[in-house]
């Protein structure tokens, strides 16, 4: 996920936040309750599409594919775990 998207993700949250908190928005953040639905599916969706990937280079890794580097497989699998943590860190509860 681009830091672009997670930008995005973060203002159309914030902006429901706020809605829910009878705070007034900003004007050009205008988001519909079904917004967060079709926010929260997408990011689903992405996270899911990087762990596919990075589970079929583990596979192609352990089954001795030699256009697979062991360096390509920690970083996907590290990028992962990172913009797990830093959705997860960002929420706000």
């Keep these: 996920m681009s830091s672009m998207q997670i930008?995005?993700?973060l203002a159309e949250m914030r902006a429901l936040q706020a809605r829910a908190s009878g705070i007034a928005e900003a004007p050009a953040a205008h988001a519909q309750p079904s917004d967060f639905a079709n926010i929260m599916k997408g990011t689903v969706?992405?996270?899911a599409t990087m762990?596919?990937?990075a589970m079929g280079l583990a596979d192609a890794y352990e089954a001795g594919d030699k256009?697979?580097?062991l360096t390509n497989?920690?970083?996907e699998v590290r990028n992962k775990l990172v913009?797990?943590?830093t959705q997860v860190m960002?929420?706000?509860?």
Excluded: P
């Excluded at 960002?90 to 509860?93: A, E, G, K, L, Q």
């Design 73 to 75: 497989v920690m970083l």
């Design 90 to 93: 960002n929420m706000s509860v």
């Design 51 to 53: 762990q596919n990937h």
């Design 7 to 9: 930008t995005q993700v």
């Design 45 to 47: 969706d992405q996270v």
């Design 67 to 69: 256009s697979v580097d």
């Design 83 to 85: 913009d797990a943590y």
